[in-house]
């Protein structure tokens, strides 16, 4: 799957996760601390977002992640 | 089978603790959303407190409950911590010695992180089980403290760690495990466990820690599913939601706990939102209410929830609780056992409650001066004679004879009972 369609899937797993922020605004760049969200939130970004695409990965892959687009790069190397 | 599992339980809750609402804004961390991590106290352990001590004042209750006779079965006594403060030298041996045990037995102690104590109370039930010597006892005593500020400098491994400070208790959990499981009969051969290499949180300096709080978030997450998939598979037919009447976690936070609890809710049972919350305050909190009230004991927190548990849930008829325990670094293990209205009679005879309230409570201006006094004992002291009237309100506090630190000498560590 594309890197942006990723994107598109994660920021609806923030929309669900954190109501307040309007994903519309989120860039790739940022980091999901900026936007409010604190370990656990993060944490359930992550298991949404996996769930929405239907991956299954240990959730420990995603330990050195800083921002979103580390996070969609996990994702996207699931695919390959 | 023959049954086995805890036949006495006691928590020592410390003499001391702190608001962490206070101290969260004492240190200026970012408060939105503070509440949801669902931390009330913590527990902090006074100079004249070391884990020799905290371990002791958890076990004395269960030795005085003992006949001369019942005393002299305990053959091993096993020392479950990340606090010790020798390499070689095990706490056992103090510890024997100031419980006054019978000499045949086995002292040593072993670390794995916050699952120490589960290793500890599973090293105990196979000594049973195993009837190599038909009545033995074995005394488990997990016992942690925190005394100690976040490694200096660094990168990942100290990012968002600050949470560290709030959650970070201090105390100990005695277990007597032997073929008369009055309080938490176990249900063999019913383990699952899991373990990988993973570098999330680590105490690689004598008198301070270092961690990547997400990494051991996720790290928690990934082993609470795989141990009780594991569980399932040697135990056919087990179910998250059906199969315990109660749920007692290895607690660094309670939000984290009660997110670990809806991720399991959602996976195992594809749960709604409403049905997982009213599930969480039925199954978990019970074992949530000592746990916020000491913090994260490591070692010991897992027998924390368990005791929280027992002391705090309904019992009418035999409940089974599962138990699932986690350590850094990482091995972790989900567990099972049978508690009996008799077992929550057990817990109560020791008034953990009780002693909890008794705490003496800190001010923000001791609990900074008790951190500098704290090191006066850093990890490699020779000779240093404890300072008696630093807090003393506190040593004055919980209402039972108490074991504190009197002096060091020549790095052999001497100790004195406070009435």
């Given at each position: 799957m594309e890197k942006e369609s990723i994107f598109l899937v994660v920021k609806d797993a923030i929309a669900d996760v954190l109501p307040d922020v309007d994903t519309e605004a989120v860039s790739i760049e940022q980091n999901l601390k900026s936007l409010g969200a604190n370990s656990i939130d993060r944490t359930e970004i992550?298991?949404?977002?996996?769930?929405?695409?239907g991956i299954k990965l240990p959730l420990v892959s995603f330990g050195g992640v800083e921002n979103i687009e580390d996070m969609v790069d996990v994702m996207v190397d699931a695919y390959r | 089978m023959q049954p086995v599992g805890i036949e006495m339980l006691n928590v020592f809750g410390g003499s001391a603790y702190l608001d962490v609402d206070q101290l969260a804004s004492h240190r200026g961390l970012d408060k939105?959303?503070?509440?949801?991590?669902?931390?009330?106290?913590?527990?902090?352990?006074?100079?004249?407190?070391?884990?020799?001590?905290?371990?002791?004042?958890?076990?004395?209750?269960?030795?005085?409950?003992?006949?001369?006779?019942e005393k002299d079965r305990i053959e091993?006594?096993?020392?479950c911590t990340e606090s010790s403060f020798d390499f070689g030298k095990s706490m056992s041996s103090y510890m024997h010695d100031y419980l006054g045990l019978n000499r045949n037995c086995r002292l040593f102690e072993i670390k794995s992180a916050c699952y120490s104590g589960t290793t500890g109370l599973q090293m105990g039930i196979n000594f049973v089980l195993s009837q190599v010597s038909p009545g033995a006892k074995a005394l488990v005593i997990a016992t942690d403290i925190s005394r100690f500020l976040v490694a200096e400098g660094g990168g990942v491994l100290s990012e968002g760690w600050s949470f560290a400070e709030p959650s970070s208790g201090a105390g100990a959990a005695a277990m007597l495990v032997s073929d008369r499981p009055y309080v938490f009969q176990i249900d063999v051969g019913a383990n699952g466990y899991y373990g990988f290499e993973v570098m999330d949180t680590c105490r690689p300096v004598a008198d301070s820690e270092a961690g990547d709080s997400d990494l051991s978030l996720l790290s928690y997450l990934d082993c609470l599913e795989q141990s009780f998939t594991e569980y399932q598979k040697r135990v056919p037919g087990a179910d998250y939601l059906e199969s315990f009447s109660?749920?007692?976690?290895?607690?660094?936070?309670?939000?984290?706990?009660?997110?670990?609890?809806?991720?399991?809710?959602?996976?195992?049972?594809?749960a709604k939102p409403d049905i997982i919350e009213v599930d969480f305050e039925e199954r978990v909190f019970p074992g949530l209410v000592y746990c916020q009230r000491v913090g994260n004991i490591m070692g010991a927190t897992t027998a924390l929830s368990l005791a929280s548990t027992i002391e705090n849930g309904t019992f009418d008829t035999p409940r089974r609780i599962g138990c699932f325990s986690y350590g850094s670094g990482c091995?972790?293990?989900?567990?099972?056992?049978?508690?009996?209205l008799e077992s929550q009679q057990h817990i109560r005879d020791f008034g953990i409650t009780e002693k909890l309230n008794q705490r003496y409570q800190l001010s923000m201006d001791e609990y900074d001066a008790l951190i500098e006094k704290s090191a006066t004992v850093r990890f490699g002291t020779r000779n240093v004679t404890l300072d008696t009237t630093f807090i003393s309100e506190?040593?004055?506090?919980?209402?039972?004879?108490?074991?504190?630190?009197?002096?060091?000498?020549?790095?052999?560590r001497l100790y004195e009972w406070v009435q």
């Open positions: 992550v298991m949404s977002s996996m769930e929405k695409l | 939105t959303r503070f509440d949801n991590l669902l931390m009330k106290e913590k527990s902090v352990a006074l100079p004249y407190e070391d884990p020799v001590s905290l371990g002791v004042n958890a076990a004395k209750p269960i030795i005085d409950a003992l006949s001369d006779s091993m006594l096993i020392t109660y749920l007692a976690f290895h607690t660094p936070f309670g939000g984290m706990i009660k997110g670990a609890h809806r991720t399991m809710m959602r996976k195992m049972r594809k091995c972790s293990e989900f567990f099972s056992g049978v508690v009996t506190a040593r004055e506090s919980v209402n039972m004879p108490r074991l504190f630190l009197k002096e060091i000498k020549e790095y052999h």
